[in-house]
C-alpha cells in the first residue's frame, strides 16, 4: 500500500503545483485588476472542472476495482465451501469404512 500512498500524493502535490503556479504567473502579469480578477476566476473554475473529472474518474475506478474484489472473494468463498465439502465427505467415508471394518473384525 505505500506505492498507492504516494502515487496519491503525488497527485495531490502536482495538483496543488499546478494551481499555485497558475495563480502565481497571473498575479506576476502585467494586468489591469479587472483583467486580473477575471483570469484568476477562469483559471479556478478550470481547475476545479479538472478536479470533478478527477474525482469522478477515480469513483469509478473505485467501483470497479470493489466489483473485481467481490467478484473474486465471492469465488474463493465457493472455492472453499466445495473443498469443505470434499474433506467432509472424506472424513465421513473414512468413519464408514472405520466401521464397517470394526464390525467385521467383531463378527
Do not use: C, W, Y
Not at 60 to 76: A, F, H, P, R
Amino acid at each position: 500500500m505505500p506505492k498507492e500512498n504516494s502515487g496519491n500524493g503525488m497527485l495531490v502535490g502536482t495538483i496543488v503545483g499546478t494551481a499555485v503556479g497558475a495563480v502565481g504567473a497571473l498575479l506576476l502579469a502585467p494586468k489591469s485588476g479587472e483583467k486580473l480578477r477575471e483570469d484568476i476566476s477562469n483559471k479556478f473554475q478550470a481547475f476545479s472542472q479538472r478536479t470533478q473529472d478527477l474525482a469522478s474518474t477515480a469513483r469509478d475506478k473505485t467501483k470497479d476495482v470493489l466489483s473485481g474484489v467481490k467478484e473474486e472473494t465471492s469465488d474463493l468463498a465457493n472455492h472453499a465451501r466445495k473443498s469443505n465439502e470434499h474433506v467432509m465427505d472424506a472424513l465421513s467415508a473414512a468413519k464408514d469404512d472405520m466401521k464397517d471394518k470394526f464390525r467385521s473384525s467383531s463378527n
